[in-house]
């Protein structure tokens, strides 16, 4: 754990936004919930903390590593399958719904600088992110980019990626909507990139096809560990591809 002078030595962890009118989260349990909190609007940055203050009393209760159904934990085992299924750091990764960086703590730090982009709609997850686990782990200098927004403007990072990882996010919205997140992701995955998604989208094959899509890979990533509790201790993985 860091000191709070190297803290001050280390660049901010900015959440940027692509909105304005955001609703801004106080605290306590009912932050957690996924509700949408902002609209759209005009950009604005905002840095998370000033630089001489001290940890947020709240997040060192480590509550988001709670908020996402299963343990932080499982944050291994979808690190493991990303390197199995060919991550290297030098590749460029979309962490879509990343919350409070349950897997982008780990992929940050194997990733070159600059390569990690995640966004989320729920303002106070990333706050954990930018404000507690990143100084955490001491991945300042990795510049990750985190965008807070509820319309998926992946385009506002300007970029394409060779990962888009989607873990039991886009799911969460109704069908029509993750249908336009998976076109949004079409357009920016590089040629021969990657889409990681997990469960089975709720989409029409009919319409992953029309969008491009191949499955590629299916797997039921077993997670030993966390076997023997009251979840389910596997990951049922899809992975797509674009047709060239
Ligand atoms: C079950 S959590 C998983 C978080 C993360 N992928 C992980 O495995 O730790 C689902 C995440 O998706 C985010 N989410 C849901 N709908 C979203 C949307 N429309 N745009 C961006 N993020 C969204 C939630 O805020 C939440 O952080």
């Known amino acids: 754990m860091p000191t709070y002078e190297k803290l001050r030595e280390q660049p901010p962890v900015l959440i940027e936004t692509v909105e304005e009118g955001l609703m801004p989260c106080d605290g306590g349990r009912d932050s957690w919930e996924f509700a949408r909190k ?27 590593h709670h908020a996402y159904g299963r343990p932080w934990f499982l944050g291994k085992y979808q690190m493991q399958f990303l390197k199995q299924r060919g991550l290297q750091p030098h590749h460029t990764v979309l962490d879509y719904g990343c919350g409070a960086g349950r897997l982008g703590v780990r992929v940050i730090q194997y990733l070159d600088p600059g390569h990690y982009y995640g966004l989320d709609i729920h303002r106070r997850s990333l706050e954990a992110f930018a404000e507690y686990e990143i100084p955490l782990w001491d991945l300042e200098e990795k510049r990750p980019r985190l ?12 970029t394409q990626f ?3 990882v989607d873990f039991y996010s886009s799911v969460h919205n109704r069908q029509t909507e993750q249908k336009e997140v998976f076109r949004k992701f079409s357009q920016f995955l ?19 096809a029309d969008q491009g899509w191949v499955l590629v890979h299916q ?16 990951n049922d993985w899809f992975e797509y591809r674009l047709l060239t």
Not at 46 to 61: K, T, V
Not at 147 to 158: M, T, V, W
Not at 219 to 234: T, Y
């Open 38 to 64: 902002a609209k759209k609007g005009a950009k604005q940055i905002i840095a998370p903390r000033s630089d001489n203050q001290p940890l947020d009393a709240y997040f060192l209760q480590e509550e988001h």
């Open 147 to 158: 965008l807070h927004d509820a319309e998926s403007s992946i385009e506002y990072f300007g």
């Open 190 to 208: 590089k040629p021969g990139g990657r889409l990681l998604t997990a469960p089975k989208p709720r989409i029409e094959e009919s319409i992953l």
């Open 219 to 234: 797997e039921i990533q077993a997670c030993p560990l966390l076997e023997g509790h009251g979840f389910s201790p596997e």
């Open 162 to 164: 060779d990962w888009i």
